[in-house]
Structures are given as structure tokens and as C-alpha cells.
């Protein structure tokens, strides 16, 4: 998470997640202290979401999973060939 986002920002970034399973994640998300959740008044209103200390002290951990997934799978791409076989 790079910097406090807004439910309509993390829903755009992550087209194949529901709402509803988005929801639940970071309802749990908040209950586990990883990351806070504000309300700001107005019209319409705002939830915006970060990361608490605790769930920053998880960035570098989260970071290197992220990039051997991205590795392991352009290594199962490039095995598999153009054709995904």
C-alpha cells in the first residue's frame, strides 16, 4: 500500500476482487490492527484506508512476496512458451 487509499482507489486496482470480498478483507484487516480505517464528513462521505505500524513493519515481507510471485510466474510463463502450453 503506497501511501492512505480510498475503497474506490483499492476496488479500481483490483478489478477481479468483489466489493463485498474487498470489504471483508479489510474489515478484518482493521479488527487485526494492520491497517486503520478514517470516515471523513462531507458529501459523499469518505472511508480512507492505511497502513498502522504494525502492518508497516509487514511491508518488506510483502514486498519480497510480491516479487518472487512475479518471478516464479514470468519463469512459468517463459517454460509454458506464447502459446500457455
Same mark, same amino acid.
Given at each position: 500500500?503506497?501511501?492512505?487509499?480510498?475503497?474506490?482507489?483499492?476496488?479500481?486496482?483490483?478489478?477481479?476482487?468483489?466489493?463485498k470480498?474487498?470489504?471483508?478483507?479489510?474489515?478484518?484487516?482493521?479488527?487485526?490492527?494492520?491497517?486503520?480505517?478514517?470516515?471523513?464528513?462531507?458529501?459523499?462521505?469518505? #472511508?480512507?484506508?492505511?497502513?498502522?505500524?504494525?502492518?508497516? #513493519?509487514?511491508?518488506?515481507?510483502?514486498i519480497?512476496?510480491?516479487?518472487?510471485?512475479?518471478?516464479?510466474?514470468?519463469? #512459468?510463463?517463459?517454460?509454458?512458451?506464447?502459446?500457455? #502450453?
Amino acid at each position: 500500500m503506497h501511501g492512505p487509499r480510498s475503497f474506490g482507489q483499492m476496488r479500481a486496482a483490483l478489478p477481479a476482487l468483489s466489493a463485498k470480498v474487498l470489504s471483508e478483507r479489510l474489515t478484518r484487516l482493521v479488527v487485526d490492527d494492520l491497517i486503520e480505517c478514517r470516515r471523513h464528513k462531507g458529501f459523499p462521505s469518505r #472511508t480512507v484506508y492505511r497502513l498502522t505500524a504494525a502492518g508497516q #513493519t509487514l511491508k518488506p515481507l510483502l514486498i519480497e512476496l510480491y516479487r518472487t510471485g512475479d518471478a516464479l510466474l514470468r519463469e #512459468t510463463s517463459a517454460q509454458r512458451g506464447p502459446s500457455g #502450453t
